[in-house]
């Protein structure tokens, strides 16, 4: 009976999580808000400087000006827009999905100070001279889209319109100015410009006096531009100047296909790891499957509840937590095999597994959010959505990986129905040794048992040594191919609807006066054609070349221009993330385990990281935030190997009880290494199989990131094996030298209970 109602309570609990993963996906979905790089839209860093005159700039005037743009994209009409203030005198806005880009540039860039001004520049009346909200936009005597306007003193306006009418004719035009700056500008130049250019709103002539407190506003205008006028005027003039000192734009066209080609990537890698799974761990991994679906589930709902954004770094770092969360299915499998293969009751063996692993999950997954939250704190918007993802994915894995799995498998294991079918486990009968030998975990045999690490890691030391000298020299020739991210300067990406070279994108950009020798084609049918320029591009040069290359190619192209100034401070902040990243993990690492290992630990983070950077070097790809992304993302993965075999390394050092010799070291870190291998090979192979998934099927924009995480997952799984663990025991050796042999008690684990209670 007992044994039926776990089996029942099994079933019971896959129908409830089918159900409601199936009634409540596709709402969950809907609610999912999308970054501009997945549906078009624009993003602006605004640096805020007083006007000539003006007031100063202060908390206040940044968070005035703040919700002046505010109220003029009320005026576009755009749904949830972010704007954000940075470091006190800047404004990050984002509006995703706004169709006419251009236009809300200039909508939002624009003074909108209002004056009325003779033909001589002479200013006769301004925007305090008009009521507050009063600006309409309507039609006027023939039909024509006018703006009209309440003035406070209308006698006032009488007295301005007399001194007009009194001019000789040509000259008793009232010229109403939109954002007139004293000493630049003036009505005869402005004549000589195309209508379109002009800041002139409007020049009637004024042949009588006019003492009305209402003004019509007539123009070449069209009902859209009197409605944005009337808006803006209505939001209020800007009390500052707002210069651009970066910028992004991303085409409608661009952010779907993104969309499509990495949802298509993620399905793929993310189903070869289930597959995976069922065929390597059998019944477990298909409990994994189980719970790795639900982790999916719990990431989409948390990040629709807390109003986040998904941007195209979010999904990798989803795609990308199925990889890693599936790592601590792993390592408790592992442990279970272990035990099943010392002849072990099964459910004696899921006891003692679950338990063993749960250590070396939890400081895997502390040091992998530290690197996260550092990303969080010093990345760019898009590399924000990456990191928030990633830690809700670390917190999402941790409980359905550690607790989920637990509790499915163990009502299986506990309902009897799993007894003797080491089978069921991926574990053949001939690998069981007999309970009457009592042979323990520690002492089993394993595929590995030829390779001696420790006597050959001086090799290693010295092919690590060539390869990172190599990387030196070559980083010294070559240089790093800084992105705009790092330089400054302006990026250009465009997408035809068929193939096209260098020599067309070279000779169009030639005829329309923006040449160019970097030119890269890209793409699966080398329709895509990334230009840069060390020039930082204005808002205006920006606008005209977007639809000069839309004419060209089709659709409209992604353009980022990042002013010196922030490329300098994306640098240094890149900096301080890897130097906080590595110098938070090395203390919890020295604090879990030893300095030594600690130690260790750096020198194999500093490893990956530069090996990551020569590759790029010699490859010439192109470094950006999302590179950084990807080195502190390796960071917090390579450091997940390294505390497993450090804590294999202690449970093994803690079984013998006495280590008087090198040799006896030696032999216990060759064991450790050994025991641990198989668990990294399978780690690091289902997160290569999402990350190749992204770098051949995923978005052009996410390319090098992906390419930069392959690296990385090398990089991180060889200097856990060949550097941290050898460099560890060089420092035991010297210590075992000065101090004599080592004594180990077993310990208490630092953290009180060993493992949640399921």
């Given amino acids: 009976m007992r044994k039926r109602g776990r089996i029942v309570a099994f079933l019971l609990l896959l129908v409830i999580f ?73 404004i990050r806005v984002q509006l995703a999905g706004v169709e006419d880009q251009d236009s809300a540039r200039e909508l939002l860039s624009t003074q909108a100070d209002l004056t009325f001004r003779d033909v001589d520049d002479n200013l006769l009346l301004s925007g305090d001279d008009l009521k507050e909200g009063k600006a309409k936009a309507s039609f006027g005597e023939r039909n024509n889209p006018v703006v009209t306007l309440e003035m406070k003193d209308p006698n006032k306006f009488g007295e301005v319109t007399t001194q007009i009418k009194a001019k000789p004719p040509g000259q008793n035009l009232l010229v109403i100015w939109l954002d007139f700056v004293e000493g630049e500008d003036s009505y005869a130049a402005e004549m000589l410009k195309p209508e379109k250019d002009r800041k002139i709103v409007s020049a009637p002539s004024v042949t009588q006096t006019i003492a009305s407190s209402n003004v019509e506003i007539n123009g070449s205008f069209t009902t859209k531009e009197t409605k944005e006028l009337s808006g803006i005027l209505n939001a209020g003039a800007l009390p500052v100047h707002l210069e651009e000192v970066y910028s992004t734009s991303v085409g409608a066209q661009f952010g779907e296909q993104a969309l499509t080609k990495t949802i298509f990537a993620g399905i793929i890698g993310i189903a070869l790891i289930f597959v995976f799974m069922l065929v390597y761990y059998r019944l477990p991994g298909f409990v994994a499957v189980i719970t790795l679906s639900i982790y999916i589930y719990i990431i989409l709902l948390v990040f629709t509840k807390i109003n986040g954004v998904l941007t195209l770094p979010g999904i990798a770092a989803l795609m990308l937590g199925v990889g890693m969360a599936v790592d601590a299915n792993i390592l408790t499998y592992e442990r ?13 063996a899921f006891t003692a597994g679950a338990k063993s692993a749960f250590t070396a999950i939890l400081d895997a997954n502390i040091t992998t959010i530290l690197a996260a939250v550092v990303l969080f704190i010093f990345g760019t918007s898009s590399v924000k959505g990456f990191a928030t993802v990633l830690i809700i994915s670390i917190l999402a894995s941790f409980l359905t990986a550690v607790w989920g799995s637990r509790l499915l498998l163990g009502l299986l294991v506990n309902s009897g129905m799993l007894d003797g079918k080491t089978g069921l486990f991926g574990i053949s009968k001939s690998r069981v040794h007999p309970a009457e030998e009592k042979v323990e975990t520690l002492e089993l045999t394993t595929k590995f048992d030829r390779f001696d690490f420790v006597g050959t890691r001086k090799k290693f030391y010295v092919i690590s040594a060539i390869l990172l000298t190599t990387g030196i020299i070559m980083l010294g020739i070559f240089k790093l191919n800084l992105g705009i991210d790092f330089s400054g300067g302006t990026r250009v990406e465009v997408m035809a609807s068929q193939s096209i070279t260098e020599g067309e994108v070279s000779d169009y950009l030639d005829k329309i006066g923006h040449p160019s020798t970097d030119i890269v084609i890209s793409g699966d049918t080398k329709n895509i054609g990334v230009v840069r320029y060390k020039e930082e591009f204005k808002q205006e040069e920006v606008s005209k070349l977007k639809a000069d290359l839309a004419t060209e190619f089709g659709a409209e192209p992604n353009i980022s221009t990042v002013s010196n100034t922030v490329g300098k401070e994306l640098a240094k902040n890149a900096m301080y993330a890897l130097l906080y ?26 490893h990956d990281a530069f090996f990551m950077v020569a590759v790029f070097s010699i490859l010439r790809l192109e470094v950006d935030v999302t590179f950084i992304a990807a080195v502190l993302t390796i960071v917090g993965y390579s450091i997940n190997d390294t505390i497993v075999t450090f804590d294999r390394i202690r449970e093994n050092i803690n079984h013998r009880k006495h280590i008087a010799t090198e040799e006896e070291l030696a032999e216990v870190v060759n064991k450790s290494l050994r025991q641990t291998l198989g668990r990294s090979v399978n780690t690091v192979l289902t997160v290569i199989l999402v990350v190749a998934a992204l770098t051949l099927l995923g978005a052009e924009s996410i390319k090098t990131f992906s390419i930069a995480l392959l690296i990385g997952l090398f990089a991180g799984t060889y200097s856990s094996i060949f550097i941290s663990a050898q460099i560890w025991f060089d420092l035991k050796k010297r210590e075992m030298k000065k101090k004599g042999a080592i004594k180990a008690d077993e310990q208490k684990k630092q953290w009180g209970s060993d493992e949640p209670v399921v």
């Avoid at 839209?41 to 005035?64: M, R």
């Fill in 336 to 348: 279970i095999r272990e035990e099943l293969r010392v002849g072990k009751s099964v459910k004696t």
């Fill in 581 to 606: 990243a590595a110098l938070g993990i090395v203390i919890y690492v020295a604090f879990r385990f030893e300095w030594r290992m600690g130690v260790a630990s750096i020198i194999g983070l500093l």
């Fill in 18 to 90: 089918a159900s409601t993963i199936g009634t409540t996906t596709k709402p969950i979905l809907k609610d999912v808000k999308l970054g501009l790089d997945l549906q078009g839209g624009f993003e602006v860093l605004y640096e805020v400087s007083e006007l000539k005159g003006g007031t100063k700039i202060t908390e206040a005037v940044v968070s005035d000006t703040a919700d002046a743009l505010r109220n003029r994209i009320d005026v576009l009409g755009v749904s949830e827009p972010s704007i954000q203030i940075e470091s006190n005198n800047r």
